[in-house]
């Protein structure tokens, strides 16, 4: 029987993390991983979607300019050559950032299926391994919602949508979240006519919201805010029926109606690890299980879904499973959604400002009175700051604007190392930078009347 310090299953951003961890501790580490090295991110995830939304903006770009007295056209969609960059860049990063990096700290990887026998031996492909701790870290699924109809119909997801060779004339899309929103702008800006069915944002600032549905509604994306209730295959497609009873078609479907735990056939229950109703470990603050020995960290974690947090929790759940717990310092966890504009958060919203107890403060500033947006010819955007009344602490910064997400460090800074509103007003911002916005609404909280362009 093989031994070691740990054993961590998968090799996604938590594994690698957990990996890194223990070796930096001088620890032997063994990873497992039964499909494609690099995890859901790499593979299926935040790299070759947030590579074909690129492509797809820049035809969109093409076809919407601004500026008045400059050509742009664009050309048809050639979706094979598309994908072979796609996959060039993917089996790029899986050398570099993955085999290269677990070479380089000296951990191997064995390729097979991991499952538990009993509570401290794991068993991959018939092959017995042991060791005092492990951490499972094998990702989420996509999750595909029990509508009727649904098993007759061929559906996309976003795995299979981003391999089609052939673009449709038309889509559906179920799932208004950031999966949805996402893809539904990718394939309209690839000249797809996108339908998109499911509440819209959910969990954005309703300012926020409002910019990027306005938006679709431009770009002639149709969003039907109903939950949908069947699906059933037609001669041309498929038809999507809401619980209101309207009808959407399309040639296609893709279901974005969030992900569940691939934690299946890994003899949990064997091994007395505790999971919820969707298939999520049950951790405590250390990413602990209901088994002392095994840990587990990342989305199967039911952490939050960034590749970042996947990262910090592996980190976490190695070093707790090699005797020094700590915790995930979630304070300003900032999220991006990758449409055009992005929206992007850090911190509290207002809602749940409220519910904390604060006595909070807010202000929206529109695009129209951020200099950058003006000189783009796109005031489409607002940027939201949520504040303690009290010790007007940043609590939370909320945006839809073209680069909002890069403005997100910033505003975790902010908020992670207490500054204040204040803070933030009297801070240098460079002029004509999108992050200039963070500095004009933080003036807001001391007057609403206008300004000079630096005043």
Known sequence: MDEYD???????????????????????????????????????????????LSAAGQRHRATANPFQGVVTTS?????????????????????????????????????????????????????????????????ATPHIPDL??????????STTAMEQLDLPVSLVV???????????????????????????????????????????????????????????????????????GVRVRGQRLLVATGRFAESRNLGLGLAGVQTDARGFIVVDDNQRTTNPRVFAAGDVSGAAQYVYVAAQTGHVAAAGALGEPSTVDYRGLPGVTFTTPQIAS?????????????????????AQDI???????????????????????????????????????????AIKFGLTVDDLADTWAPYLTMSEALRITAGLFRSTMPTSCCA
């Open 371 to 413: 200099p950058r947006a003006l000189v783009n010819q796109d005031t489409r955007g607002a940027l939201k700051l949520v504040i303690d009344a009290r010790s007007r602490k940043v609590l939370g910064v909320h945006a839809a604007l073209d680069g909002a997400g890069d403005m997100m460090l910033a505003a975790t800074y």
């Open 148 to 157: 009727l109809g649904m098993a007759d119909v061929d559906y996309l997801t």
């Open 6 to 52: 740990l054993i961590v299953i998968g090799t996604g951003g938590a594994a690698m993390a957990a990996g890194i961890e223990a070796r930096s501790r001088g620890k032997s580490v063994l990873l497992v991983e039964h499909g494609p090295l690099g995890g859901t991110c790499l593979n299926i995830g935040c790299v070759p979607s947030k590579n074909l």
């Open 174 to 244: 179920i799932g208004g979240g950031y999966v949805g929103l996402e893809q539904a702008q990718l394939w309209a800006h690839l000249g797809v006519k996108v339908t998109l069915v499911g509440r819209f944002a959910p969990h954005a600032e309703p300012e926020v919201a409002a910019v990027l549905r306005a938006v679709f509604d431009d770009e002639g994306i149709t969003v039907l805010e109903e939950h949908a209730s069947e699906v059933a295959g037609t001669a041309e497609g498929v038809v999507v029926t809401t619980r209101s």
């Open 346 to 366: 850090a911190g509290l919203t207002e809602e749940r400002a409220l519910e904390l107890g604060h006595a909070c403060e807010c202000r929206v500033l529109s």
């Open 75 to 139: 050309g048809p969609v050639a979706m094979d050559v598309l994908l072979r960059q796609k996959h060039a860049l993917v089996d790029h990063l899986r050398e570099t950032k993955y085999a290269d990096v677990a070479e380089a700290h000296g951990f191997p990887i064995v390729y097979g299926h991991a499952e538990f026998v009993d509570d401290q031996t794991l068993q991959v492909d018939g092959r017995e391994l042991r060791a005092p701790a492990y951490v499972v870290a094998t990702g």
